[in-house]
């Protein structure tokens, strides 16, 4: 007992722990030790699941681990590194469809939507950084899928935090062929700008590390913002169809008005990385920082250029909203968005790929993901290309830019934005909900937002569903 006890003293900690000595698992010195709350028993007194404490067991620093001494180190990021990512990844493909969306369903409806789900969205966000906190070892969604439902849930997840990230990889590479054939006046197949596309993306994202990243993302968010004001200054000044707005969007199917609300779904679709985002930043405490930086940014962003292009484009907007200014123009602000077109993908494709890396070396006795050696650097390049191909098929085969965009929103968006932070913050106070009016109020306000990212998959399915059986999908691997 003496010897515990006294290595126990020399592992940093300042003060008692709570745990009970024969407890004690791991007392090896990890970095930025600091006491913090004893995350095994809730205060709820709820004893933690089986696969919650293997979870918590695996380490007690976090996924990266002890990196003092590695050829590779991962956190590394300021909160002003993960805003830019976080801007990068969210203010991309979504606002050059929202002008669009608010043409079909009218001024009103259209702008309270982007507000109460951007502000939705802003909450949903904060509980995902609330859980990272909690639980440090959590990298993922997989990795709360795991603690919440065991191996099961670790695999549900898993495959589809993957397949977002790979459709919106696709939405990408389909964006670069559509602008590249702008720019051109479609002077070669579009599958050819595609795999021009692909192949660029791959080679951006082959860097490791997301701070690295982060530095080509400070271009990214300089180029959607002036490419769309360029292009709403222009749309603006031309007056294509001024004055046929509307309030509402006159006589709209629910079945059609459904795609245009997934569109929104897809402008605050961020959350699948943001557990990666936060594992890689110096300290996770700042995570609510670069959050706030992000939804501001975004939802007065999206209000005031779908309002605004689309009162002077009308109702033939067009989606992407770029192609609504002139052809001198349209190649212009393209051209300007390319490297938002291209990093905005590579930042979801680093997020997947990263994943995959590293559950694939989480057990290695070498520390691969640590070292610059070939089979580190070899399997990092064989999983980035596994992922850019496979988004490249994906863009091919649905070629509808709109739809790709609400088949995304209905499938993944809806539950990674929405519906799963309801539920993992009823996870995190499960046997308090009702200890206090405050916790009830809030336990309604997340039962409520669980069910509402439930909707929006079924109701977006079913729109989606919809254009798909009237040949809305476009031709596959077509040249057109």
Known sequence: MFERNASTASSGSKGTPKTPPLEV????????????????????????????????NDTTADVFGNEAGAAIHYKTMH??????????????????????????????????LILLLGLLATYTGYVCGQFKQKYPQVQSFADCGEM???????????????????????????????????????????????????IVCFLLGLPRTLKNVSYASIFSCISVIVAVTVAMAAIAVSKPDMGHSYAVGPNLPVVKGLGPVMNIVLAFTGHVAFFGFIAELKDP????????????????????????????????VASPALGSASPLIRKITYGIALPTIVIAGVVNGS????????????????????QNNLKSIGSWV???????????????????????????????????????????????????????????ALTILNT???????????LGMWSSGWELSGGGAGKPFSCE
């Open 25 to 56: 698992v791991d007392l090896a010195p990890k970095p930025n030790d600091r006491p913090h709350e004893d995350i095994n028993t809730p205060k709820n007194n709820t004893p933690a699941s089986d696969a919650e404490r293997q979870i918590q």
């Open 79 to 112: 909160w002003w590194h993960a805003g830019v990512l976080m801007i990068t990844e969210v203010i991309s493909l979504g606002v050059l469809a929202l002008p669009q969306t608010i043409a079909i369903l009218g001024f009103v409806p259209g702008l309270l």
């Open 148 to 198: 919440i439902a065991g191996p099961i849930g670790r695999e549900v997840m898993a495959v589809s935090q993957i397949l977002l990230l790979v459709f919106i990889m696709a939405a990408h590479v389909l964006s670069f062929s559509i602008a590249l054939n702008a720019i051109t006046d479609h002077a070669t197949c579009t599958v050819t700008y595609a795999v021009v596309g692909l």
């Open 285 to 316: 405490k700042d995570f609510p920082k670069a959050l706030a930086f992000l939804q501001i940014t975004a939802v007065t962003f999206y209000l005031i250029i779908s309002a605004v292009i689309y009162y002077y484009a009308g109702p033939s």
């Open 351 to 370: 997020v997947a790929c990263k994943y995959i890396y590293v559950r694939m070396w989480k057990d290695s006795k070498d520390d691969v993901i640590h």
């Open 382 to 440: 064989a999983v980035c290309a596994v992922l850019w191909i496979a988004s490249f098929v994906i863009a091919e085969a649905i070629p509808n830019f709109n739809l790709l965009l609400g088949l995304i929103a209905a499938l993944f968006c809806s539950w990674f934005s929405y519906g799963l932070p309801g539920y993992l913050w009823l996870y995190m106070n499960r046997g308090q909900l009702f200890s206090t009016k405050k916790k009830a």
């Open 448 to 458: 409520g937002i669980f069910l509402l990212g439930a909707a929006m998959c079924i």
